[in-house]
Nanobody, 129 residues
Framework: QVQLVESGGGLVQAGGSLRLSCAASGRTASIYAMGWFRQAPGKEREFVAAISRSGGSTAYANSVRGRFTISKDNAKNTVYLQMNTLKPEDTAVYYC??????????????????????WGQGTQVTVSS
């Protein structure tokens, strides 16, 4: 089992920045890709960003590319999401996700929530206009 705990959410003005953290514990050696998803009120959960096992490959939703940066510290078993130039439409609950061991390439950055096996509780990000 893998446990994920997000932190760093909060209230920020449009144009501001936040840094989210996701700390993984448990069977962390089995984790391949990790990702960030978000869900706004009345909306489906959507992909935000993903990072491969080593951190060498990343993927971003078009809506956040150039503004958000995903990174990781394997020694700390922690994934980060640096969010800059925040917009009101970024307001959502942000969830961290982890993919369990994958028999295949280790540079995966899946965009579908169905590809992930573990999820955090979420952290609220609110961007005021």
């Amino acid at each position: 089992q893998v446990q994920l705990v997000e932190s760093g959410g909060g209230l920020v003005q449009a144009g501001g920045s936040l840094r989210l953290s996701c700390a993984a514990s448990g069977r962390t050696a089995s984790i391949y890709a990790m990702g960030w998803f978000r869900q706004a009120p009345g909306k489906e959960r959507e992909f935000v960003a993903a990072i491969s096992r080593s951190g060498g490959s990343t993927a971003y939703a078009n809506s956040v590319r150039g503004r958000f940066t995903i990174s990781k510290d394997n020694a700390k078993n922690t994934v980060y999401l640096q969010m800059n130039t925040l917009k009101p439409e970024d307001t959502a609950v942000y969830y961290c996700a982890a993919e369990d061991h994958y028999i295949g390439a280790s540079n995966r950055t899946p965009r579908s929530g169905y590809e992930y096996d573990y999820w955090g509780q979420g952290t609220q990000v609110t961007v005021s206009s």
